[in-house]
């Protein structure tokens, strides 16, 4: 079933740049560094760049899939797998859109709770998000697309901060270059997945883009910003850290800014952290937008209704995630189902319908 969108509830091509890069930057660049790390040391800027590489194939497939269908990933799976099997496929893609919008709303939930509050209660920060998640839902998709805006314009000055502790820097660290092998570089690759990921919610928001195959090249202007963006903030942390530091660390990009002082503001960390606030809402609204449309496509169910559902799912599955622990294996979860959608599911889906196309091409013919 081909659903059109009304032109007053579409966005113009060049809002796709500004939705990539503020799903792709997040809550994971708080911590991307020590996780990379682990396996690539002093290397670890390669890997980022081999995994921008890669998901800028994966865009490239993914505009192949819906330029194809003229319509969203739910449409594609009933195409090509019927039904019963496309929507097993859709619903599971939906849970990972939820859980991607879980993740993220937890680990800055920890943040604020180890840094800032650190008794305040994770149920009471779940409430008011959900709250705020359910308002900007119900206001539509260029509400989204509004916010994600603001996400990518107004911390963009934390960016160019991050930059100050070069004059600590020791660039001698980087020498050689790739002193790892071929393995490590690949598994630090793989560990970039979870800073990048959420860029496929394109699957789900392409309808709501005018001319959508034109919005190509800003969907992939966006992603070689965050590319660039996580690039060099990684090269700035190796070039402070020594690797011993880097990979106790647990958050690296906090640690940077806990070290800039200025005259009229001793602990920077925390305005910094108060600021990455607006980073990390689209990357949260977005998500469940996302899971929420999914499943009004699927069951025909009104969105508000859906969203209503998510936001009180919400309040009973986040405040159960309360140690450490229970944040690091949800981030290895959903870590490993991003790296399996974004590597395998995506050329996957990519190659079966290059083949129904030309299967039904020569049918035609």
């Known amino acids: 079933m081909h659903v059109k969108v009304k032109e007053k509830f579409q966005v113009s091509p060049p809002m796709v740049f500004f939705i990539i890069h503020a799903m792709q930057v997040g809550v994971g660049m708080l911590g991307f560094q020590r996780i990379i790390a682990k396996s690539s040391g002093y290397d670890s800027w390669i890997p980022v760049i081999i995994a921008g590489v890669v998901i800028s194939l994966v865009i490239r497939m993914m505009y192949y899939i819906l330029k194809v269908n003229h319509n969203d990933v739910i449409e594609v799976h009933r195409n090509l797998f019927g039904k019963w099997l496309g929507g097993l496929l859709s619903l599971a893609l939906i849970l990972y859109f939820y859980m991607t919008g879980v993740l993220v709303l937890r680990t800055y939930i920890e943040v604020i709770q180890v840094w800032v509050f650190e008794d305040l209660p994770t149920w009471v920060l779940t409430v008011l998000a959900a709250g705020f998640v359910y308002y900007v839902i119900k206001g539509g998709f260029r509400t989204v697309v509004g916010l994600c805006v603001a996400g990518v314009f107004i911390p963009s000055i934390l960016f160019f901060i991050l930059l100050m502790p070069l004059e600590y820097a020791d660039f001698l660290n980087f020498l050689p270059i790739w002193k790892h092998s071929l393995k490590d570089i690949l598994a630090g690759a793989k560990d970039t997945t979870l800073t990048f990921i959420g860029f ?105 209704y859906v969203v209503l559902f998510m936001v009180l799912t919400l309040i009973i599955v986040v405040p159960p995630i309360d140690n450490r622990q229970a944040v690091n294996t949800l981030n290895e979860w959903v870590n490993q189902i991003g790296f399996w959608v974004i590597i395998a599911y995506i050329p996957f889906l990519c190659a079966v319908q290059f083949i129904h196309s030309k299967w039904k091409r020569k049918n035609e013919t």
């Open 200 to 304: 496929e919610l394109l699957l789900l928001f392409y309808p709501f883009i005018k001319h959508g195959y034109r919005s190509h090249k800003w969907a992939q202007l966006g992603h070689w910003a965050s590319v660039v963006v996580y690039t060099l903030l990684m090269i700035v942390t190796l070039a402070f850290f020594s690797e011993g530091q880097l990979k106790i660390t647990i958050w690296p990009t906090l640690t940077l800014l806990k070290i800039i002082e200025f005259p009229f503001i001793e602990r920077f960390e925390y305005l910094g952290i108060s600021l990455w606030l607006i980073i990390v809402v689209p990357n949260i609204v977005t998500a469940f937008w996302g899971a929420s449309r999914g499943l009004k496509r699927l069951f025909s169910i009104k969105q508000r």
